[in-house]
């Protein structure tokens, strides 16, 4: 019998140890895969990324050429002109396309944001893969893209709104921290209809374009749709244009290629390309090859955080199985070329100014969701999930990313190998609840009419937010809200301590507060006037997008957008979300529970005596701080202080809602995460109640604990964090927890873990990611305290804080996970 | 019914199946050689001072009614032999530098505290366990305790060393869900020397807890030398196998409590940890007499 082993992958060494090629299967040159993949991977480690001009070029090119037409049709030159006339090369990954025309490298998109072009030229560049390399080329055709962009970009037009609405200038809300400004960057919106791309192949997409173009009435008011429907034509076809210039390329470099292998592998890269994405993929390799391509266009069309790839593992299940049944591919052969795949994803990457480096750290949100239910709700998992587990095992990478879709239907045999792959230390899987994950839906689209099969349809946009995948995103969106800021403005009267501007209205000299209550109520005071400055800001960004830069290729692959006849940036899309993020309401809350407890409960301090140590950044006032960080905390299932951080998370809901329909005209919700904004907005803060320092970061997560002062264990903090939001109104809850791998040891540790992710799961946590560590990051625990307060390490039978141990026990447990 | 309980562990994972609150009572009729929670031993509340957390604010030298405090360069430091441990010092102490162990709990505050853990229990298949010190020295409260356990359907699970009075061990094995039963050494002279007290009641006990309908789970804290010889080994085994126990679970001596000793002013034991070598070769000695080894 020939039957295809579906069992646990063989041990690593072994997987690339191929025997002589099989009849019908690809003409890969598997032989020498694992020694490329090697090789592409050190390349990406070690190569500085380089800002490639060309982008720049056609922006000056094509917006100079196009005057005076539909922003949508401009748009979609571009995108025309980019795809076809950048320039192109293969390396030795069988899975074509790259972002730009050079390795590793990275565009601008200065139509967003042209002011760190001004102001940061002279600066370092920090990209997800380390510094950008910027030629004197570049530099100057940056100069020129800035003369002419300066004013008109997304991020200019919002200010200027705001500034002659509103009388401000937003620019002020921005230094100081306490509004982050999403509309400068570009960004991804959730997850297309993959499954229609690739099964239906893009000429099937434009059919539909021209089906609908010659029914649309042609009368008053059409000309927008007309617009949209030939701009997505173009941008389609270019995308087409695009897989064929790889055909040509490959076809062309086989004529002289080294080895009869390597001509072989190109011949049928060009045949590949050749098919696909214009026509609907066959097997397995062209779907990989048609995935990425539609992944890969959007990137350039625009390259942001949260293009995400969906439910991967089960739109290409059927090629898997198809290939498999048919023996073209072996499982080993299907990690390998999916590995090919995930070091593209990792390639990836962006530049847009040192502000949205420390907010985001580069991260690309490529969020892949596996697991979940099917339409009828039945687990929806697939074999091919597994596999795609087994590459990140093997690899580590930290692009694409896996969230898990949680629910109780799921097989132990998956459950055990997504523990695996947690152990393996890179973070992945993130688990996400997928019952709040639907209930979220339900009650977002029920006035839409949403069924239960759509709405089971949900999955993972970039971080850590659900919605609806092929025909939902999501506007990520205006202007994130720092609750922590708002604290600090309370105890300011309203000044900011920093800018030494007024930020907020007067609330009252803190000092004079005779309770917490009146503390709290000048926070809601403060709060409320932050949450209508962060609704204004994000609704004028959100339109200066719509206006400028509507994107017709990633819109025509939404489902909803042809059919109304709209860009999903004009809500197009049939289940879109608007919604603005908030983030610090930890340290908000822990802020606030310190001063009601040294200050009002206890009397250990006076508000003056405090004010005057978060002034001096508590230099002189040791003591002091200690206490700080001795009050209450959030993590400690201590339900007083539990509960004013729920209701500290209600009153943002409230306050954030009370202000009418968000953009798209539905009820507003919230979302708390941080990406890294806590890491922008902690720099820009002054010393803070809880005892966190001047500049330091804050906490990250919206419902982690601050790193050390959860000292109740684990599942203490489960359920504080558990409980901090309400995770169906919010549409995230973000919560980072640290072990180390031994803590997760044998069959009982996997059994531990996946019973405190249901246990978190029962009491409503919507999200929760496991870093596992290594020795040397013990060591460097030893070293900097400061940075690992929060690491938890196995003593002895119970868990425990690894820079609260005695150094020597801190020695024991390094000498004990290096044994292991 | 209320007792000195000195630390309620959440989330304990090796003191029985799945998820676990342990619960600590404080006193111990032995004073094992190596003990790593050497405030467990005393009946009494006590005050630890971990010096390196102080951060010699002073509070503590006025509160201190006992002369027990004095500046010594940048801490508050302890003057030998004056504590009375009234904890005084403690409430004011704002790093917890100076801590206090032992807090008077009833049953009901205990069972309180345990069911904050219950969802985790039902999901992992944990319960509690009642530790110390010596559990089975809390008498009639930890008969309580598992009673209330009984009528509540939580698993229970007692860790002891088996020095208790005869009778009330009886009923304890009689009532608790698991026993982890502590075995130092099968010589009577040896095991009053490395832990102050012969062993004939704990060997008595161990007989019940096997005949009882307790699971029983026999497990040594494996220290090098001292306890980890052929002949004991093979005393050991003899007896295990003889009342069909084929597995034992090993805790070799780790140094985690040793900073508890400096903070109680008590002198660091005379016993070291293993090399990984000598761990392996004891563990190959308990392999020879036909016994299963669990390190924990």
Known sequence: MTAVSVETPAAPAQIFAFPAKRPNSYDLDWSSAERRLKEIKDFLLAAPQTMDPERLKFLLEVYEERQGEAPVIVRARLLERVLTKKTIFLDDNPVVGALTGVRAGVYAYPEWSADWIKDEIDLAKMGSLGEIKISAETQDLLKQVYAKWKGRTVFDQANRGYQELYGEDPKRLFKAGALFEGPAYTTGTGAVDYRRAIHEGLGSIIDEIDRR????????????????????????????????????????????????????????????????????????????????????????????????????????????????????????????????????????????????????????????????????????????????????????????????????????????????????????????????????????????????????????????????????????????????????????????????????????????????????????????????????????????????????????????????????????????????????????????????????????????????????????????????????????????????????????????????????????????????????????????????QSGRALTDGSVSATPGTDVQGVTALIKSAAGAVDTVRYNSNHFNVKFLPQALEGPKGARTLLALIKTYFDLGGSHIQFNCVDSDVLKEAQTKPDDHKNLVVRVAGFSAYFTRLDHGVQDEIIKRTQYN | MSSLVYNIQRMSVDDGPGLRTTVFLKGCPLRCLWCSNPESQAFEPQVLFFERLCVGCGRCLEACPHGAVERRGSVCGRVPGRCRHCGRCVKTCPTAARAGSGRRMDVEEVMAEVRRDDLFYQNSGGGVTFGGGEPTAGGQFLLELLARCRQEGLHACVDTCGACPEGLFAEVAATADLLLFDLKHLDPTAHARLTGRDNAVILDNFRTAAAS?????????????????????????????????????????????????????????????????????????????GLRTVVV
């Open chain 1, 213 to 692: 173009v010659a029914a649309l009435p042609k009368r008053a008011g059409a000309s927008a749709a007309l617009a949209f429907y030939r701009a997505a034509k173009i941008s389609l076809s270019a995308a087409v244009a695009h897989a064929n210039r790889y055909a040509d390329l490959a076809a062309q470099e086989a004529r002289r290629a080294p080895t009869p292998a390597r001509q072989a592998e190109l011949l049928e890269i060009a045949e590949v390309c050749r098919r696909v994405p214009e026509h609907p993929a066959r097997n397995f390799r062209e779907a990989v090859q048609s995935f990425w391509f539609v992944h890969l266009v959007q990137e350039i069309e625009q390259m942001g955080c949260a293009v995400s790839p969906g439910r991967y593992g089960q739109y290409m299940q059927p090629f898997y199985e198809k290939d498999l049944a048919e023996g073209r591919l072996t499982r080993e052969e299907a990690v390998t070329l999916l590995s090919f795949q995930w070091l593209k994803h990792s390639e990836l990457a962006i530049y847009q100014g040192l502000s949205n480096a420390l907010a985001l750290s580069g991260h690309t949100g490529q969020t892949i969701t596996i697991g979940g239910l099917t339409a009828e709700g039945e687990d929806a998992s697939t074999e091919l999930e597994e596999v795609l587990m087994d590459v990140q095992i093997r690899l580590r990478n930290i692009q694409p990313t896996l969230s898990l879709f949680y629910h109780p239907k799921m097989k132990e045999s998956y459950l055990l190998k997504a523990v695996e792959v947690v152990r393996g230390g890179s973070g992945q899987p993130q688990w996400l609840n997928n019952r709040l994950a639907v209930e979220r839906a339900l009650s977002r689209f029920s006035d839409s009419g949403i069924t239960i099969g759509q709405a089971r349809n949900c999955g993972n946009f970039g971080c850590v937010a659900t919605g609806v995948l092929d025909e939902g995103c999501y506007f990520a969106v205006g202007a994130t809200l720092n609750l922590a800021k708002f604290v600090e403005l309370t105890l300011n009267d309203g000044l900011d301590p920093l800018t030494k501007k007024r930020l907020g209205p007067q609330t009252g000299p803190a000092a004079q507060f005779q309770s917490f209550e009146e503390l709290y109520e000048a926070f809601l005071v403060q709060l409320d006037h932050g949450a209508r400055q962060q609704r204004r800001y994000s609704n004028l960004g959100c339109l200066a997008k719509e206006a400028t830069v509507p994107g017709p290729y990633r819109s025509s692959l939404y489902g909803g957008c042809l059919e109304k006849g709209l860009p999903e940036e004009a809500g197009g899309a049939r289940f879109s979300q608007a919604l603005d993020i908030v983030a610090g309401g930890v340290d908000a809350a822990n802020s606030l529970l310190a001063v009601r407890s040294l200050v009002f409960e206890q009397g250990l301090t006076t508000m003056a005596e405090l004010l005057a140590a978060l002034q001096a950044n508590f230099e002189g006032f040791e003591a002091l701080r200690r206490q700080c960080l001795a009050a209450p905390k959030h993590g400690n299932d201590d339900p007083t202080a539990d509960a004013l951080v729920k209701r500290l998370y209600r009153d943002v809901d409230r306050l954030y809602t009370a202000h009418g329909p968000d953009y798209l005209g539905r009820a507003p919700r919230v979302d708390a995460f941080s990406l890294s904004y806590h890491n922008l907005f902690g720099g820009l803060m002054g010393a803070l109640p809880n005892g966190r």
């Open chain 2, 213 to 289: 309908p307790a699971e029983v789970r026999p497990r040594m804290p494996l220290m090098p030398e001292l306890n980890d010889s052929e002949d004991n080994v093979a005393a050991l085994a003899e007896l295990l196998l003889g009342l069909g126990f084929e597995e034992i679970e090993v805790m070799p001596c780790h140094a985690f409590g040793w900073s508890k000793y400096a903070a109680l002013d008590l002198p660091t034991p005379p016993v070291r940890a293993y090399e990984p070598e000598e761990l392996k070769s004891a563990l190959a000695r308990f392999a020879r007499h």
